[in-house]
């Protein structure tokens, strides 16, 4: 059978607001964040979830709340968060970001993990779903590093086409990306 999969990121932080790549650090929705996973709910209306899984980072979690709380079970999952990058949690994005391009897919971020960990982590994440929710619809709201690794392991792209054709870089938004995992 198959796991339909529609991914969200969660809303925009108070430090996408200032071009800080938060990594694991915990941060706050803006007020623009807010109003985006309060907005998610109607614009997701005509889909239905098993359940929504999301990273256990603030972010994430108060972003699936915000947006389905009393609608579906939410579960945060440690194994959706966003890379590690270490001693650069929280630091410009101006640094961080050609880093994760380049260096960083298969090397570790300073005392963080590489893009190559992250993948690890969700593949053991779609193992778990495959063994709990066969046939199901899920949702899930995570982070930048995630939704890529599900660009390789699914959907077969290497680590620069799925860097290159990032919705961040192509300015395409949208609310949910679909999945299929078999």
């Not at 997701?44 to 699936?64: E, G, I, M, P, Y």
């Not at 005392?111 to 993948?119: A, H, L, P, T």
Request: aromatic share 10%; charged share 30%; glycine share 6%.
């Amino acid at each position: 059978m198959t796991i339909n999969i529609t991914y969200f990121v969660h809303g925009t932080t108070t430090d996408n607001e200032q071009h800080i790549s938060s990594g694991w650090k915990d941060v706050e929705l803006s007020e623009l964040g807010v109003k985006q996973s309060i907005e998610l709910r109607d614009q997701t209306k005509k889909q239905k979830f098993d359940v929504v899984f999301c990273s256990d980072l603030k972010r994430a979690h108060d972003s699936a709340k915000l947006a389905w709380k009393g609608i579906y079970t939410i579960i945060p999952d440690a194994r959706l968060r966003e890379c590690n990058y270490g001693k650069l949690n929280g630091a410009s994005s101006d640094m961080v970001e050609p880093m994760q391009e380049e260096e960083c897919i298969l090397r570790p971020f300073p005392e963080g993990e590489s893009y190559v960990d992250v993948k690890t982590r969700v593949a053991d994440f779609l193992e778990f779903l495959k063994k709990n929710y066969d046939g199901k619809h899920v949702g899930i709201v995570a982070h930048k590093a995630p939704q890529l690794s599900l660009d390789v392991l699914l959907k077969g792209k290497s680590w620069k086409q799925a860097l290159a054709e990032d919705w961040r870089k192509t300015k395409s938004w949208k609310p949910g990306w679909e999945y299929e995992l078999k």
